[in-house]
């Protein structure tokens, strides 16, 4: 689960080290809102990892999260910096250790493109 900006450039690192694809990147701040609490987005979406990008809104809105519910199931690993030779990433990788849901939950999409797409 990603909190940042720059989504798109962010997923080329991870599939640089991920070439096989096992691993899903999911934009933790559309989740949030759906699920309402972090544990329980990281439930339902079988989140194993998560990637915050401390200086963007969504790396703002995952700290009051956890500041306001203390999670104890998710624990500081390191932290990361990612340099594309455009962007700097400046990444907290955080473990969620707590239980997940049997079926990942239903991802919403929610872009303007999906929207102009349709039309």
């Given at each position: ?17 991920d ?28 989140a ?9 809104p ?15 199931s ?19 990788l ?6 997940v ?7 919403p ?11």
């Amino acid at each position: 689960m990603f909190f940042g900006g720059d989504y798109q450039l962010f997923v080329p690192w991870v599939r640089l080290l991920d070439p096989s694809r096992e691993v899903h990147v999911l934009k933790g701040d559309d989740l949030l809102r759906e699920s309402r609490s972090l544990e329980r987005a990281l439930h339902d979406y079988r989140a194993r990892y998560v990637c915050v990008d401390s200086h963007t809104p969504a790396g703002d809105l995952f700290r009051r999260e956890v500041g306001h519910h203390h999670p104890e199931s998710l624990v500081f690993i390191e932290h990361y910096s990612f340099d594309n030779g455009h962007k700097l990433f400046e990444i907290d990788l955080y473990a969620y250790q707590g239980p997940v849901a049997e079926e990942m939950a239903h991802v919403p999409l929610r872009s303007s493109v999906h929207n102009a797409a349709a039309e």
